[in-house]
């Protein structure tokens, strides 16, 4: 992850350095200038030991964590007022202004957001919106209306280390108090490997459903993010799809089951799982086709699949699904004044979408690879499912 943002971290750390450097270089000794930059450089030299980490993010986040945090409460604000003050600079030099109008607003930005940083690493983690829903499907039939279904996604049970473990509890706790008819889990319950589910296995078995507990794999769950010998990834994708069967999960790779109230001549609820099917290629592991064989004409489908993406790209054309779950995007994990990062590169990053007779709804998940949420809170989504038949 930080090998991937390098030179841009960089430019974050020393660009404003040699801005504040050249406009108080007179008043400094030598080594009040080399007190000065001992930080950016120690800073800087983190940075690219963080680079070198061979895999997307390493196993252990807690020098990571802290990195980011000190980087967001610190330097990204101190670059946010050494460019206000630049630009205030150069209007002051244009308008032949007395005043730099740009340090005040430069003070005011940077105040803004290392609270964004603090609130969002502390107390925005910890809150949890229980969204409850009510979606009505004209193909459902008559026998399951009302029947209610919990979806959560994106657990990144990794990132749950240290106090906030009591946190996956707590969400576990929420999970089962709606006494859903069905549980669905829409993938990534990892960062990087299934030895991260290990301190958390006795929570996730907790999961009870009438009907049961539904699982899919995200990006995450795969070894896409891992660069280790392909047999050692092998076995790992095979340990996280055990480990989910284990805590009494049904994990669905392309395939279905049917739930509950219903027969084939009057048509069933289905819950199908596809496998993840990114935007990238080979990441495309999701067969529509397969997860449905054998699917009646009478049968309502709720579809699972991670990536929302997929709902536009091959769900809508191909296949006649009423209802997508999906996650994946945390909601972009910020929101200011209703504004998601996520929404400029995602159609469909947050709530519930309509296209005809087909919707999609996509949570905001309950985690992570970074633990921070400001504006767009951990979410388990009770929904409630209406029938528009007569």
């Known amino acids: 992850m930080i090998a991937r943002i390098l030179i841009l971290l960089l430019l974050v750390l020393l660009l404003p350095q040699f801005y504040f450097d050249q406009r108080k270089r007179r008043r400094r000794t030598w080594w009040q200038r080399l007190l000065w930059w001992l930080p ?14 061979r895999d997307f993010v390493p196993e252990d986040m807690t020098w990571t964590n802290a990195y980011l945090l000190v980087l967001g409460v ?19 030099i244009l308008g032949r202004s007395r005043n730099n109008w740009g340090n005040l607003i430069g003070f005011f930005l940077a105040l803004f957001t290392a609270f964004v940083v603090l609130y969002g ?10 969204h409850h829903i009510d979606i009505t499907l004209e193909t459902l039939p008559k026998g399951y209306d009302g029947y209610k279904i919990v979806l959560f996604s994106d657990a990144h049970v990794g990132s749950f280390t240290g106090w906030r473990k009591q946190l996956l509890q707590r969400d576990i706790d929420s999970i089962n108090a709606q006494q859903a008819d069905a549980i669905v889990f829409a993938g990534d319950l990892q960062n990087l490997r299934p030895s991260e589910l290990y301190p958390f296995q006795d929570i996730l078995r907790q999961l009870k459903a009438r009907d049961g507990v539904f699982s899919v794999l995200g990006n995450h769950d795969y070894s896409d993010y891992i660069d280790d010998d392909p047999a050692i990834c092998a076995a790992n994708e095979h340990e996280m799809q055990s480990r989910q069967r284990q805590f009494g ?28 099917y990114g935007q990238k290629e080979g ?30 790209r091959l769900i809508l054309p191909e296949a006649n699904i009423p209802l997508t779950l999906s ?33 999609l709804y996509v949570t905001s998940g309950l985690g992570g690879l970074v633990p921070f949420r400001f504006g767009i809170s951990p979410e388990i989504a009770v929904i409630t499912l209406k029938s528009g038949n007569p």
């Not at 690493?121 to 229980?130: A, C």
């Open 40 to 53: 950016v450089v120690a800073m800087s030299v983190w940075t690219v030991v963080l680079a070198f980490d």
């Open 74 to 92: 610190l330097f990204v604000p101190r670059a946010i007022y050494a460019l206000c003050s630049l630009l205030g600079r150069i209007v002051k």
């Open 121 to 130: 690493s502390f107390i925005g983690v910890r809150r949890l919106h229980v």
């Open 249 to 276: 999960w049904t994990l669905l790779m392309n395939e279905w089951r049917s739930v509950g109230r219903g027969t084939s001549s009057m048509g069933r609820l289905v819950i199908a799982g596809m496998e993840n």
């Open 283 to 312: 990441t495309q592991r999701g067969d529509l086709q397969k997860t449905l064989s054998g699917v009646g004409q009478n049968d309502c489908v709720i579809l699972l699949q991670h990536d929302p993406s997929a709902w536009q």
């Open 327 to 359: 996650g994946h995007t945390h909601g972009g994990q910020l929101s200011l004044f209703s504004l998601r990062a996520t929404r400029f590169v995602e159609d469909e990053d947050y709530g519930l979408y309509h296209e005809g007779h087909h919707q």
